[in-house]
Each structure stands twice: as C-alpha cells, then as structure tokens.
C-alpha cells in the first residue's frame, strides 16, 4: 500500500503563487508516476500534471502549462506543484495520486487540498 499526504493549499487572489505538497509512504518502490489532479465543484475530475520517478520526465494540461510546475525531492519522498499566476478557473480541490508498476492507471489518491483563487 501506498499513503499520500497533500498540504499547502488555500484562499489567495488572482495572479498569486501557491505550492502544494505530496507527502508518500508505504511501498514506494514500486511507485512509477505521481500526478496532481483537480476537481472543482459540478465538474469532473481532471488531470493537471505528472511526473515520472525515475527520471524526472513531466506532462501538463494545457490549461495549466506555463504556470505550473511539476516535481519531486527523492530525499523527502515528496513531490510538488508550484503553481503560479492563479486564475479564478484553478479553484478545485487537488489531489495527489500515484501510479505503480504494475497498474495501468493512478491507484493510490491523497485526500485532497483546496485551493481557492478569488477574483
């Protein structure tokens, strides 16, 4: 098993910098991506970024590249989002999830953090 912990989000205005963390633990090992998701109330829920373990490679939602930054502390077992110049249209909840080796799609998920970009 695989535990997430996000931390960092909150309420902070339009064009602001904000960073979330993701905390795992268990059988990290086994863990090829990490991935942030969100999703804001009466949508689905969306892919915002991911990263590869190994290696370090990143992809991005187009609504959120250029602003957004994926990585990770091997160290800590942590990985990041920095988000930057928010937009009203970034609030959501986001969650931290991981994908293992053996699994085709994210199966391990944090709680959820909130982020609320006022106007």
């Known amino acids: 098993q695989v535990q997430l912990v996000e931390s960092g989000g909150g309420l902070v205005q339009a064009g602001d910098s904000l960073r979330l963390s993701c905390a795992f633990s268990?059988?990290?090992?086994?863990?090829?991506?990490m991935g942030w998701f969100r999703q804001a109330p009466g949508k689905e829920r969306e892919f915002v970024a991911t990263?590869?373990?190994?290696?370090?490679?990143?992809s991005y939602a187009d609504s959120v590249k250029g602003r957004f930054t994926i990585s990770r502390d091997d160290a800590r077992n942590t990985v990041y989002l920095q988000m930057t110049n928010l937009k009203p249209e970034d609030t959501a909840v986001y969650y931290c999830?991981?994908?293992?080796?053996?699994?085709?799609?994210?199966?391990?998920w944090g709680q959820g953090t909130q982020v609320t970009v006022s106007s």
């Open positions: 268990g059988r990290t090992f086994n863990i090829v991506h």
């Open positions: 990263i590869r373990l190994s290696g370090g490679s990143t």
């Open positions: 999830a991981a994908r293992s080796r053996t699994d085709a799609k994210y199966n391990y």
